[in-house]
């Protein structure tokens, strides 16, 4: 039920832009995160955003850098990188959760997209 697109292989300091697009007509009952996964490491929260996107929240490695936003009429998820650095390189998963207060915790993810490969060279 959803869907990753935009990643990519970008230089340091360089952007991307993520978008999961969803089916469904339940979209707006779910909160969405974004997680990512490195080589040999666990699934990490990367950001998140309540269903009527009047909450944001972020890892600390990428706040000020990553910002997160979602368009219901749309069914979509977007996740804007910039000034990324060679850390970030992971494959990126969204997530839908329905309850926000859980979206630290992969876990609690019911749905999840495919994941898309992000790379950052230095």
């Known amino acids: 039920q959803l869907q990753a697109s935009g990643g990519g292989l970008v230089q340091a300091g360089g952007s991307l832009r993520l978008s999961c697009a969803a089916s469904?007509?339940?979209?707006?009952?779910?909160?969405t995160g974004w997680f990512r996964q490195a080589p040999g490491k666990e699934r990490e929260f990367v950001a998140a955003?309540?269903?009527?996107?009047?909450?944001?929240d972020y890892a600390d490695s990428v706040k000020g850098r990553f910002t997160i936003s979602r368009d219901n009429a749309k069914n979509a998820v977007s996740l804007q990188m910039n000034s990324l650095k060679p850390e970030d390189t992971a494959v990126y998963y969204c997530?839908?959760?329905?309850?926000?207060?859980?979206?630290?915790?992969?876990?609690?993810?019911?749905?999840w997209g495919q994941g898309t490969q992000v790379t950052v060279s230095s």
């Open positions: 997530g839908a959760v329905y309850d926000y207060y859980r979206k630290y915790y992969a876990s609690s993810y019911i749905y």
């Open positions: 469904g007509r339940a979209f707006s009952s779910y909160a």
């Open positions: 955003i309540s269903r009527n996107g009047g909450s944001t």
